[in-house]
């Protein structure tokens, strides 16, 4: 009754939200991760929308450069796919690849709904899921439940709900239409992790453009770039290789940690990742 109606019942878009640590130690509110428990009826019901309506759509219209959230693709499937094509790149004429990876400010929580709407409308998504889609974004209400202590439920206006079956999903729609603005570069996206690629050699590279246009997009989409965790990293086979300029506002760093993996800029070296490794197994 609520997909042919295209409503979503009220009690059905109600949230307590759980602050998570991202990582520890906790050094700051900043590295919490909201996680969103919802209504066990509206989950089962989300399954439903998601297999019979939306994921036979997305399946064949989200980019092949999104991982996260299909069938048949993961973060190991991600970082195979950049690191090939980095070590491609560096076995033909690139003297070296530079690696930017983005991040965006509180990205599942700074989405637009009518940007989104409008994205969504976009997609062969029969017209009343999509009435329906919109009635689960709007006028979502939550609450911030910590140590026994519950604040008083607000209205949400705009963000995808994390922990969902269709925030994901929904948010993988957002992001599709980040592109390269040199279709010889690279991105990979795993939800809102983004990773560029770009070879150079003593010409140059393209990556101060590719910057560029994704900052245009976020600024245009009203989902700003966290620059304080933007970074780049130069892989290059051979130190002797001279390094490009740096690009403003982005950092340079000679490792970066890429969906759970440290990778370094010499793509032979796994040191940093095997220490890792071993301090957690300790």
Not at 151 to 171: A, D, K, M
Not at 257 to 272: A, H, I, M, R, S
Request: aromatic letters at 8%; hydrophobic letters at 40%.
């Amino acid at each position: 009754m609520s997909l042919k109606t295209s409503k979503v019942p009220q009690k059905w878009k109600f949230a307590n939200l759980l602050p998570l640590p991202k990582e520890s130690p906790l050094n700051s509110c900043n590295q919490l991760r909201p996680i969103s428990l919802t209504d066990i009826i509206m989950r089962l019901f989300e399954k439903c929308v998601y297999k019979s309506e939306i994921e036979p759509i997305t399946r064949n219209n989200i980019g092949p450069d999104q991982f996260a959230y299909k069938k048949g693709q993961n973060s190991t499937m991600a970082l195979i796919k950049s690191q090939h094509q980095w070590l491609e790149w560096l076995d033909k004429n690139a003297n070296y690849v530079r690696v930017l990876s983005f991040d965006f400010s509180k990205a599942f929580d700074s989405v637009p709904h009518d940007l989104l709407f409008e994205k969504v409308k976009k997609l062969p998504i029969n017209p009343y899921v999509v009435n329906w889609l919109i009635s689960f974004l709007e006028n979502r209400i939550q609450r911030v439940m910590v140590d026994g202590m519950v604040t008083e439920y607000l209205y949400i206006n705009r963000g995808v709900p994390q922990s969902t079956v269709l925030g994901p999903v929904l948010f993988s729609i957002m992001v599709d239409d980040i592109k390269t603005a040199d279709p010889s570069n690279a991105l990979v996206k795993f939800a809102d992790d983004l990773t560029l690629g770009v070879p150079g050699n003593e010409s140059g590279d393209t990556s101060r453009s590719e910057a560029a246009c994704l900052q245009d997009w976020a600024e245009e989409n009203r989902m700003p770039l966290n620059l304080e965790k933007t970074y780049e990293m130069v892989v290059r086979r051979h130190t002797s290789v001279v390094l490009p300029e740096l690009i403003p506002s982005i950092k340079r760093k000679t490792w970066l940690k890429l969906l759970g993996v440290t990778l370094q800029d010499n793509p032979c070296n796994w040191d940093l990742h095997f220490e890792e490794m071993l301090k957690k197994a300790s």
